[in-house]
């Protein structure tokens, strides 16, 4: 009688455990895996992320061409155009990193990433170097044509440029349509939404994504040749 009290208890607690993780998808590493499997279906969060992240890291390691070296000299001073975006690119760069790695949880892919097209996970302090104003008595035609080189093929203003558009359209990917793969399980949708979760990361990273790119775009400033036309 003593045993089978004893084995009818051991059932009882797994029934309880089972349901508990049924009722807790939190507890249950099945539902964290589909959850993040569904993360990375075309359209949701951690694809558009990983996306951006792998077309701004490549934007922003673009070679710089063969260029006008007395232009450059200037356009690199502290407060000239170039200095200014090079900034603006090792903080975007920073924020690809930061994006990359809630959207990918596995370490050796972060890994690679962060090996690869100019070690874009490297930190930048910027608020470590403020750039002074650039001197009243620097020559206008002068820094109008670093503000042009620096739009050139290969120079920071560019590159930022490249790299926020390319962030812009990995974001716009649309969600496939109905019956044009197979639809996920909607427990694990509504799961990985959840506060803590891969979708919910994804999320808040590629809205802090977007942020940086709208704001590295801001501080390169407009080509002058474009403004012109």
Do not use: W
Not at 65 to 71: C, D, F, G, R, V
């Amino acid at each position: 009688m003593q045993l089978i009290s004893v084995v009818f208890a051991a059932l009882l607690a797994g029934v309880t455990v089972n349901a508990a993780a049924v009722a807790n998808p939190a507890a249950n590493p099945v539902a964290l895996a589909e959850a993040a499997r569904f993360c990375h279906r075309r359209g949701q969060s951690c694809r558009k992320v990983k996306r951006a992240a792998e077309a701004a890291a490549e934007a922003l390691a673009e070679a710089d061409p063969e260029a006008n070296p007395e232009a450059a000299r200037f356009c690199h001073r502290r407060g000239q155009s170039c200095r200014k975006a090079k900034r603006a690119a090792d903080a975007l760069a920073e924020a690809v990193a930061d994006a990359y790695a809630q959207a990918e949880p596995n370490l050796e892919a972060r890994a690679r990433f962060c090996a690869r097209r100019g070690q874009p996970c490297r930190k930048v302090k910027r608020e470590a170097d403020p750039e002074p104003e650039a001197s009243p008595a620097a020559d206008p035609e002068a820094e109008a044509e670093a503000a042009r080189f620096c739009h050139r093929r290969g120079q920071s203003c560019r590159r930022v440029k490249r790299a926020a558009a390319a962030i812009a359209e990995a974001m716009a990917e649309p969600e496939p349509e109905a019956n044009a793969e197979p639809q996920p399980d909607p427990v694990a949708a509504r799961f990985c939404h959840r506060r803590g979760q891969s979708c919910k990361k994804a999320k808040r990273a590629a809205d802090d994504l977007v942020d940086a790119a709208a704001e590295a775009v801001e501080d390169v400033g407009e080509d002058p040749e474009e403004v012109r036309a």
